[in-house]
């Protein structure tokens, strides 16, 4: 591979680029948030339809994860990376200039585009950069980065809709990714062997189909709170085509996602863990600010600024958790996390009520957080490191993949405990909603105990 021939100077230049560009592409994802009340007013859209600009751009995250590693074996890391943050500027561009809703929703899918290939492309770079005695801290370096943006992004956003309006949010990481496309073009190198392979338009359609409507029908069922035709069918569609898709991958010579990863032991298993703390994570990041404001009635406000250190604590204890595994590897670090996450759904469970303080319900945000810095990054790298190199990309897409398909499931899951108290009407009872979200509580202290035992499972090669 050209990385044996590349001097430390280029090393750190690709990396900072890699990690760059996955910043701005997570960021982009949470940044719009803010807007949404003056978008609406613009372009006079109704809150279900504002929200189809953040669905829209995880939607096409999801449907390009799986088919990045095709690219990558196709075209080699340079090439896709180019070609991603290209579609990132596009996007950008059109929905800066954006007169109407649509071309809006347009320049956010095409940015979905470049994002959903940035992810898996990132940690394959990264993975192939650093030896494997040094994995651990790569990963841990790319969580401190990347969850940084959930924690910079409200009041980034906040600050600058408030001065310049909400354009502004596509001004400022406009140049940015002009920037990143220039130091593409000229610092980037494959890193990775490209390889015979061949295109497959029936496993991209069912890919496309599969993962998009799959993810879309549970997508509404986590909006509506109900079973609507079209939810049913939109998942049994999504499901069926997944199936096809993954049967055909079995059989074909050269596969566009080699699944066959999953037959490595350590790999299926730590995928599996993997969407359990995914669910986790993104459970306790959606049910807090719900239960700031909808069972103990603060503002908006309030439940923005509930997530905000235990953001900063994810990006920080990913960093140092980074550092735990390369000196004493991986099982230890993650059964430490579940642990940590479990006590914190218990107490939660316990303890949380209508008068809880403000600042016990974020100081429990925060250890769930360091717990699931202790679990994400780590359960990967073990995953990653049990597969030769030339099957990293694959393991990577087939990891990222399962981790927002199967976390969006467990999501649903945890939040329909919330739905069944809340019932119908136009106002909400705190009440009722509060022994909603102890179940959902409940529930996540008993998927972290199940994360715990399978992670006892996990087999590890010597440090």
Aim: aromatic share 12%; hydrophobic share 55%; glycine share 10%.
């Amino acid at each position: 591979m050209e990385t044996k021939q590349l001097t430390k100077f280029e090393k750190n230049i690709m990396i900072g680029l890699t990690l760059t560009a996955s910043f701005l592409s997570v960021l982009m994802m949470f940044l719009l948030i803010t807007a949404f009340p003056k978008i609406m007013v613009e372009f006079a859209v109704n809150s279900t339809q504002v929200q189809w600009l953040t669905t829209s751009f995880m939607l096409t995250m999801t449907i390009l994860i799986p088919i990045t590693a095709y690219f990558i074996d196709t075209y080699g890391t340079r090439a896709v990376m180019l070609v991603s943050m290209v579609l990132f500027v596009l996007g950008t561009f059109i929905s800066l200039i954006a007169n109407s809703f649509g071309v809006l929703l347009l320049g956010r899918i095409i940015q979905g585009m470049g994002s959903g290939m940035m992810m898996p492309l990132m940690q394959t770079i990264l993975y192939i950069l650093f030896p494997r005695s040094k994995r651990g801290y790569a990963m841990g370096l790319a969580g401190m980065i990347i969850n940084v943006a959930p924690a910079v992004g409200p009041p980034l956003s906040g600050l600058l809709i408030h001065s310049f309006g909400w354009r502004s949010l596509f001004y400022v990481p406009l140049p940015i990714g002009l920037l990143l496309v220039v130091g593409v073009y000229f610092f980037m190198h494959n890193v990775t062997e490209k390889k015979a392979t061949q295109i497959d338009f029936p496993s991209i359609l069912l890919s496309t189909i599969g993962f998009g409507t799959a993810l879309y029908g549970f997508t509404m069922l986590q909006d509506q709170g109900e079973l609507s035709l079209v939810t049913i069918l939109s998942m049994f569609l999504g499901l069926l085509a997944i199936g096809f898709f993954v049967h055909r991958q079995l059989k074909l010579e050269i596969p566009i996602l080699e699944v066959r990863v999953l037959k490595t032991p350590v790999f299926s298993l730590v995928s599996f863990i993997s969407i359990l703390a995914f669910t986790l994570l993104i459970s306790f990041e959606t049910m807090m600010p719900m239960f700031v404001q909808n069972a103990q009635g603060f503002s908006a406000y309030y439940g923005g600024l509930v997530v905000m250190p235990g953001a900063l604590t994810l990006a920080i204890v990913s960093f140092i958790a980074g550092k735990l595994f390369d000196l004493y590897g991986g099982k230890m670090i993650v059964l430490i996390g579940f642990i940590m996450i479990g006590m914190s759904g218990l107490f939660a469970y316990i303890f949380f009520d209508l008068t809880t303080p403000f600042i016990i319900a974020v100081v429990v945000f925060m250890l769930a957080m360091a717990g699931s810095a202790l679990i994400n990054m780590p359960v990967m790298t073990i995953g990653i490191n049990a597969l030769p190199d030339d099957l990293i990309p694959h393991g990577t897409s087939v990891i990222n993949t399962l981790r927002q398909f199967g976390g969006t499931l467990g999501l649903v899951f945890i939040v329909s405990f919330i739905s069944r108290e809340e019932g119908e009407g136009a106002g909400i009872d705190p009440s009722k909603y509060m022994e909603g979200v102890s179940s959902a509580f409940f529930v996540i202290s008993l998927l972290a105990l199940a994360g715990f035992l399978l992670s006892l499972f996990i087999k590890e090669g010597k440090k």
